[in-house]
């Protein structure tokens, strides 16, 4: 059974920081691609950035600059780096991986207010 936990949301102020973490089972972590979406209050999940096997990353325009993911295989684990956050990134942050079909974690709340 494919599992996937995201975690590390949280309160911050505007211009401030934060680190997802998702940790993944039950698959070959290191052959998938690895996405981060965005939903915010009231709207459709968004794609936010993609990292393939090898390192590859992709970003949504709105993010460029001051998002970064990563990937530990070792781990099991893909990262979200979130900084100079804005009010408009407030929403759950969601990870996904293909396989079969789309398997999605939980979800982690971010909240940028001030």
């Not at 998702?22 to 070959?28: E, M, R």
């Not at 390192?55 to 979130?82: E, H, P």
Request: net charge neutral; charged share 15%.
């Amino acid at each position: 059974q494919v599992q996937l936990v995201e975690s590390g949301g949280g309160l911050v102020q505007p211009g401030g920081s934060l680190k997802l973490s998702c940790v993944v089972s039950g698959i070959n972590f290191e052959l998938y691609t690895m996405n981060w979406y965005h939903q915010a209050p009231g709207q459709q999940r968004e794609l936010v950035a993609t990292i393939m096997p090898i390192a590859g990353t992709n970003y949504a325009d709105n993010v460029k600059g001051r998002f970064t993911i990563s990937r530990d295989n070792a781990k099991n684990t893909v990262y979200l780096q979130m900084n100079n956050l804005e009010p408009e990134d407030t929403g759950v942050y969601y990870c996904r991986v293909r396989h079969f079909r789309d398997i999605w974690g939980q979800g982690t709340q971010v909240t940028v207010s001030s």
